[in-house]
């Protein structure tokens, strides 16, 4: 028999006595007790002091869970900058009851999402779950397993260090995250607001497990932590798991928190930052001090104020005289300060000392805001609240914010919603001129990258490095044995059946005499919202050809004024009806999106149609737009994700230039805008915009009968003998090819690769190559992409990986991009190769198989539990002669797949020798000639 320690003895006999006494009380814990409620949000306590927060909503599909301690890199200790950060990654790896692999693959398994954070004051560790008990009961005990048996191990660390590296690389490649740490330095040196929550990299390295450990027992303890749940759950059920998994965790004693200086920003010696990094000009008003309850009211309106269009005050100084190309406006008010950014992107053909005094005077020496554009920003802030306790991720989110920033006290949201209702103008104006002043600004200047920051630097690739883990590639171990995993299958593929006739049954869908059609979907939303999608398709490829730019104008102009009503009673409408509308060109179609309050969306729905059948396409919005435009395309294009997006474009390019196939080229759209006028515009709507080939659908409360008769009347007899034909996009085979192409320095290169796939959607290997997509790279962590770049060789912070697929043709193409750090190209193209020789190599495992399968069927269940979800499936369906019903013989497939359906797609399809790679940083070749690959005949 082992030995048992002095202190894990002493906590046996502790324990024992304590089951002792609480078997002769007859109870095994108190109960969480009710401490307040407001709004049906109730918040308990346990024993211990950890607060619970619960708003269930049985409208929801999903739940929200959020473990926030209020701790955050203001009580890092000095000189170890990133500690609390560093112990966010490292709380992923493992528990004493639930080691590191198996803790990742459970949080994949039982979440539809998990992420965590660290910010100045708290860490937040975040989960979106399936209402299903089992799945609620795993995610509440890994968290308790993560408040109080957290085992963190040194081999981990190295590893991390590197990963939160990569994510700094990420976050100081962002030109106002760098010039937002300026500003906070020079106004706390390199303490409270001037370290940043991510760490500075020589301060991690210096971090001991020792100190780590420390933290970790000092500050993550249920007196230090509120757990916020929202969305569809039992609360009773969910309390008595609650109790049973986190009472016996022992309250600890907090040290104080960190005591942040008052913030006078009169006391900030430098006044004017400049930032060179990117390809925008921007000016930034920067206007802090520190915290006032007093003001924060008509602070949080300001950018509302400021920027809407068309009755923003700064909207009209700088963007409709043309002093800029688009202003900006955001707040940060917290704790310890205010501050609320007022900004200004221009081009060169801009005047910058224009823009600069443009800002001043229309923030400093504004005029009054009157009473009519007080109350429509209080509307639309209404709106936004009205959303948000319909949307259970949106009101976690608010709550976790609110508990942190006011000790636990989320109610303070509702005492700020009633003073945003309760402010007049007067007092709006007055607090506005006591804070946007001079003495309370610092200017920040964004400039470009500068052009000796573009030459190509001498190659410092090492093919050969070294793992960060000591360890071996070893199986992965699976979380649950097969069968597990299949009658998981079994029940999501049979909860997806009864779904799909429940919603299909509700749906009518038909056609007009002109030949559109149409899907009424007559249910109750979880925002009590009802949604309409107008699709309108015209022309075609020959037809259309050099209309690329003239199709997108006539989309943004469509709804922005029409005979009768001009862009401000458009905008007052959206914000009456609680809803918006909106039209975007895509390809030869324009799509049209509204929505509205349920109770208010007819009189907006017949609004908007008022809109879309007259509209002005007025000279001064087409100027403008038109302006704005092409000063946005007077910029270079030499940042590393564009330049591999541009060279990964221009190789597989098949279509000439004009077609509205072909790729976005700067010169080639700058020169269409400058030729395109606003009668071109009112020719195209003229000649193409009609409803013979629409498709509509409309989802929500609404009066089928009432909404047919409006169809018909409205939509049924517009017409027009334009031919249409859809576009195609055929499969391509390429050769392989992999190009390192030069872009400006930053710390991060990007790399994009991509193998097409003659697989459409309708392809009976689809489900297949969907599994392999899945095991390939769906998870940041376990999947075997995030084991090679992240978790074995921390080279990149983040990935993606996607299949896209055909809804017509077979064609489609699977895709990986990666932010990696410049210099490191050749060993994230080596990991990838790794990974896809690996596959072709060994195949699949079984359990891979089934846990994907399982997964992917979960997310399809939970997309059909959401009518949002299945009304923009709506259109697609009408477009190709589908119902829902289609989508339960790809279940069936899906469910019917083995290892070896798998293993014969990965033989099949993933060819190597057709894999395209394009890396771009500081170290690749300058001028790299870049033409279309020629196809290979198959």
Same mark, same amino acid.
């Given at each position: ?161 590197? #990963? ?278 610092? #200017? ?495």
């Amino acid at each position: 028999m082992k030995s048992i320690g002095k202190k894990k003895l002493l906590r046996f006999k502790t324990l024992t006595l304590s089951l002792c006494v609480l078997a002769f009380n007859g109870v095994i814990f108190a109960q969480p007790v009710l401490v307040k409620s407001k709004q049906e949000i109730q918040e308990y306590q346990l024993d211990n002091g950890l607060k619970v927060i619960l708003a269930p909503n049985q409208k929801e599909n999903k739940v929200f869970m959020n473990m926030v301690y209020l701790t955050g890199s203001l009580n890092d200790p000095q000189g170890k900058g990133g500690l609390a950060h560093l112990l966010e990654h490292l709380a992923f790896k493992g528990t004493e009851n639930v080691p590191a692999e198996e803790f990742q693959r459970r949080l994949d398994q039982y979440s539809l999402m998990h992420n965590a954070s660290t910010d100045y004051y708290s860490t937040k560790y975040t989960n979106i779950i399936r209402p299903e008990t089992r799945a609620v009961n795993e995610m509440i005990y890994l968290e308790a397993e993560r408040m109080d048996k957290l085992v963190m191990q040194e081999k981990y660390v190295p590893a991390e260090i590197a #990963i939160v590296k990569r994510e700094r690389e990420v976050r100081m490649d962002q030109p106002f995250s760098v010039l937002l740490d300026q500003v906070w330095k020079s106004a706390y040196g390199n303490q409270y607001f001037g370290r940043l929550p991510i760490g500075d990299l020589n301060e991690l390295q210096s971090i001991k497990m020792q100190e780590l450990n420390q933290f970790y027992r000092t500050w993550y303890a249920p007196n230090n932590a509120i757990l916020v749940m929202t969305g569809k759950f039992d609360q009773a059920a969910v309390l008595k798991q609650i109790d049973q998994h986190f009472s016996p965790i022992a309250a600890r004693q907090i040290p104080k928190q960190v005591q942040v200086p008052r913030l006078d920003s009169n006391k900030i010696q430098q006044r004017n930052f400049v930032v060179q990094k990117g390809s925008q000009l921007a000016k930034f008003n920067l206007y802090l001090n520190g915290n006032d309850e007093k003001i924060k009211t008509a602070l949080v309106l300001s950018p509302y104020l400021h920027t809407l269009q068309p009755s923003g005050h700064l909207y009209q100084a700088l963007v409709e005289t043309g002093k800029s190309t688009m202003v900006q406006s955001s707040t940060w008010l917290d704790q310890d300060f205010n501050l609320v950014l007022m900004g200004a992107l221009y081009a060169p053909n801009h005047d910058a000392k224009q823009v600069q005094t443009g800002l001043n005077q229309s923030i400093e020496q504004a005029k009054n805001f009157d009473d009519a554009e007080l109350q429509r920003v209080k509307n639309l802030i209404q709106n936004q609240a009205d959303s948000v306790m319909n949307d259970a991720v949106a009101l976690g989110g608010r709550l976790s914010d609110y508990a942190v920033a006011y000790q636990g006290d989320w109610t303070q949201y509702w005492r700020d919603l009633n003073n945003i209702q309760q402010l007049n103008a007067d007092e709006l104006n007055q607090r506005l001129k006591q804070f946007f002043t001079a003495q309370h600004r610092v #200017i920040g200047d964004i400039q470009p990258t500068p052009e000796d920051q573009k030459q190509a630097l001498t190659a410092k690739n090492n093919l050969n490095t070294a793992k960060t883990l000591d360890q071996q590639d070893t199986p992965v171990t699976p979380l649950k044995d097969v069968k597990s995993y299949q009658q998981e299958v079994t029940d999501y593929v049979q909860k997806s059946k009864q779904a799909l006739i429940k919603n299909e049954k509700k749906i009518q869908r038909g056609s007009l005499k002109n030949g559109a059609k149409y899907a009424l979907f007559p249910t109750s939303t979880r925002d009590d919202k009802t949604y309409a999608t107008i699709s309108v398709n015209f022309g075609t490829a020959q037809s259309l050809f050099k209309q690329g730019e003239i199709l997108d104008l006539t989309a943004y102009l469509l709804l922005r004024a029409s005979q009768e009503h001009s862009l401000q009673d458009i905008a007052d409408q959206s914000i009456a009806a609680g809803g918006s509308a909106f039209a975007q060109a895509d390809g030869n179609a324009i799509h049209i999106q509204i929505v509205a309050k349920k109770e208010k969306f007819n009189a907006f729905f017949n609004f908007v149609l008022d809109v879309m059948q007259n509209p002005s396409f007025e000279q001064s919005q087409f100027d403008l737009i038109r302006s704005q435009s092409l000063s946005s395309l007077e910029r270079p294009y030499t940042e590393p994700e564009t330049v591999a997006a541009l060279t990964m474009a221009r190789l597989i390019e098949i279509y000439p230039q004009g077609d509205l196939r072909y790729h976005f080229e700067p010169e080639f759209a700058k020169q269409q805008l400058q030729a395109a006028t606003q009668a071109q515009v009112q020719q195209l709507y003229r000649q193409f915009f009609a409803m013979n080939h629409a498709q509509i659908a409309i989802t929500g409360e609404f009066d089928p009968k009432q909404i047919k008769k409006t169809l018909v009347q409205r939509l049924g007899q517009s017409r027009n003998t334009e031919v249409y034909q859809r576009l195609d996009s055929a499969y391509t085979a390429y050769p392989a090819k992999k190009l390192h192409v030069l872009a400006e320095q930053r710390e991060f290169g990007s790399y994009q690769s991509l193998l097409t796939l003659p697989l459409g959607v309708n392809h009976p290997d689809t489900p297949a190559m969907m599994v392999l997509s899945y095991i390939l790279g769906e998870s940041q962590l376990s999947s075997r992409l995030a084991q090679e770049l992240r978790e074995k060789n921390a080279l990149v912070y983040g990935f993606s990986s996607g299949l896209s697929l055909s809804e017509f043709e077979q064609s489609g193409a699977l895709s990986i991009s990666a932010r990696y750090s410049a210099g490191k190209s050749a060993q994230v193209s080596q990991a990838v190769h790794k990974v896809l020789q690996e596959l072709r190599r060994d195949g699949v495992s079984l359990q891979e198989v089934e846990a994907a399968k399982a997964d992917i069927l979960k997310k399809r269940v939970t997309a059909l539990e959401d009518e949002r979800s299945i009304h923009r499936m709506l259109v697609p369906q009408l477009e190709q002669g589908r119902d829902l019903r289609y989508r339960e013989r790809r279940d069936q497939a899906l469910a019917k797949l083995s290892k070896a359906d798998v293993d014969a797609v990965i033989q099949k399809y993933l060819r190597l020798e057709h894999l395209l790679e394009v890396a771009a940083d500081q170290y690749g070749q300058a001028n790299v000639e870049v033409l279309p690959l020629k196809p290979q005949s198959k």
